[in-house]
T-cell receptor, first 106, second 114 residues
Framework: GIQVEQSPPDLILQEGANSTLRCNFS?????LQWFHQNPWGQLINLFY???GTKQNGRLSATTVATERYSLLYISSSQTTDSGVYFC????????FGTGTSLTVIP | GAGVSQSPSNKVTEKGKDVELRCDPI?????LYWYRQSLGQGLEFLIY????????KSGLPSDRFSAERTGGSVSTLTIQRTQQEDSAVYLC????????????FGPGTRLTVT
């Protein structure tokens, strides 16, 4: 299967700081999603972004499919951004990375 | 509209018993996925249904695991003769393939095998 690596594994931010999360994958993919798993375990869709750049409020994402990576940018972080961020890639079947655990402290 | 729903939300069972987990996908979604997430881990793919095609069962960890999808809608994941290592959160997702494979997840079923 496709290998998905996310970095950093853990991240602690002061409220208001910016951050970049990275997702590298080992093969060409047709689909890529970023999710936020909140402290209650619910997976929330952030972006469906097999290529290109998208923005939604304080969050944006860029996927460079030819170079097999995607970046998630979080600006002006808030405590509610805390949780685990997953990247998932694939065709019919999605392969998940092990996530980046983000803690935003007030 | 309604999202993906799963039931039960929590299930505690004794080792050796069979369990059934249910997933109701978003209405009209043609694809349905099952994953499991062990404590502190990422998601592990189990099985994928797309329309009337044969399911992709390549992620099922053993023959104790099976799943079916009736009428192209509701799906049931069955685990026979449960083992303690089956304890995990089981997550279901659905997608409307005609608009790409963007998945929407349910809240999960937390299974504990004692």
């Amino acid at each position: 299967g496709i290998q998905v690596e996310q970095s950093p594994p853990d991240l602690i931010l002061q409220e208001g700081a910016n951050s970049t999360l990275r997702c590298n994958f080992s093969d060409s993919v047709n689909n890529l999603q970023w999710f936020h798993q909140n402290p209650w375990g619910q997976l929330i869709n952030l972006f469906y972004i097999p290529s290109g750049t998208k923005q939604n409020g304080r969050l944006s994402a860029t996927t460079v499919a030819t170079e097999r990576y995607s970046l998630l940018y979080i600006s002006s972080s808030q405590t509610t951004d805390s949780g685990v961020y997953f990247c998932a890639v694939g065709g019919n079947q999605f392969y998940f990375g092990t996530g980046t655990s983000l803690t935003v402290i007030p | 509209g309604a999202g993906v729903s799963q039931s039960p939300s929590n299930k505690v069972t004794e080792k050796g018993k069979d369990v059934e987990l249910r997933c109701d996908p978003i209405s009209g979604h043609t694809a349905l996925y099952w994953y499991r997430q062990s404590l502190g881990q990422g998601l592990e793919f189990l099985i994928y249904f797309q329309g009337n095609s044969a399911p992709d069962k390549s992620g099922l960890p053993s023959d104790r695991f099976s799943a079916e999808r009736t009428g192209g809608s509701v799906s049931t994941l069955t685990i026979q003769r449960t083992q303690q290592e089956d304890s995990a959160v089981y997550l279901c997702a659905s997608s409307l393939v005609s608009q790409g494979y963007e998945q929407y997840f349910g809240p999960g079923t937390r299974l504990t095998v004692t």
